[in-house]
């Protein structure tokens, strides 16, 4: 016979297993069960090994045979996991990605003393060299776009700072771009064309600053945040502007063109490989441990429907009945980014400083998010500007 605490380390061994194994977004359906089921096979077979004083003989034997269907049965438990993490280790190994250099911080000192020196060109030449290697970042971007308006290249200055909006992390950075757009703007001229009559819906990714065309608003611009809106075109201080329909919030056509959310191909089927019968089981046990009968793409579709009714409350500002419904679709969908960065921003604008730290925290862990993801959330835990 073994010590209890031998299987207490066995049923420790199964469960760090169990929660590794299922860590990635795409196995998560199967780690309740999962955490049941391994561990008990680990104590099971540490049961059917002999211990120091057994004896051999026909029970050893039948032992033995006991203990290799044990066995059997945790290769079919994990064999959905290893098939899964296998092919994930074999695709990056042929296509190894490599985010290190990316995800390092641009260090911006080395540029702005060759600026302070007046030394302009080799200050764009070094900086192009650095956003070639590593992700672009706002202020790297912003210093950019200033290089290019000292040195004339007007154009791709514009183009710079429309690639700002969507990295700017809130309205106060965003502004900072709108002000730099309109001082070019007698060196970037609106291309002539004409404008197309009616009222059309657009799909917008990312939060937009618009302005008040009457200019008699207070205060004179908001926010919108990502969505789908009906715009009509105008004219303002002689440019191709896109505002609301029925209202007189808008901004230019090409800062709406910056952030325009393009079609993504329509997901192909998962293929239902010789595991799949596996997996399922680990769906249905899990699904019956926690008393749920819905599949995760009903529940998937429940949080859809709870965050567009969110949006609804978000597009006036109203964050306190919004804030139920996120936290809702956030938890039917916990792996969906702009879900979980919508729940933290509606605490932000309602409750304290630590109350939104703890939250923040509890997305970070609650899905295995990008660099740049996180880094999002975690620019959230700062307080809001008065």
Known sequence: MHSILAYLLAAGAGVLIAHFISRAPDLRFMRLSQLIFIPA???????????????????????????????????????????YLCGTGLSNFLDPQDWTSTEEKIALQPIRRLIDKDQFHPALTELD?????HKPT??????????????????????????????????????????????????????????VGGARRIQIRHELVLFQLTGDASP???????????????????????????????????????VLATERPAAAPRKKNLFWPIARMHQAVSAALKGKRKLRRHVQAEGQKLFQEAKEFIRREDWHNALPLLQKAAACDPDRYEVAYRWVQAVRHTASDAATAQIVNQVLEQSLWTENEKHMLQQLKLPLAK
């Not at 004179?220 to 919030?249: C, F, N």
Request: glycine share 8%; aromatic share 8%.
């Open 138 to 195: 706002y202020e790297a971007l912003l210093l950019k776009a200033k290089l290019l308006n000292h040195l004339g290249g007007w154009d791709e200055a514009v183009a710079t700072l429309l690639s700002l909006i969507e990295l700017s992390q809130n309205i106060e950075q965003q502004l900072v771009v709108m002000e730099f757009l309109a001082l070019l703007e007698a060196h970037h001229p609106d291309l002539p064309k004409p404008l």
């Open 41 to 83: 096979t680990f104590v099971v077979g540490l049961y059917l090994l002999p211990g120091r004083h057994d004896s051999s003989g026909a029970g050893g034997l039948a032992g033995f045979v006991f203990f290799v269907g044990v066995v059997g049965f945790l290769a079919l438990l994990l064999a959905p996991n290893i098939a």
């Open 129 to 133: 060299e650095l956003l070639q290697k």
């Open 220 to 258: 004179p611009h908001k926010a919108i945040p990502p969505g789908t809106y009906k715009v009509a075109a105008t004219l303002h201080r002689d440019r191709r502007w896109l505002k609301l329909a029925g209202e007189d919030w808008g901004n230019a056509e090409m800062c709406w063109d910056a």
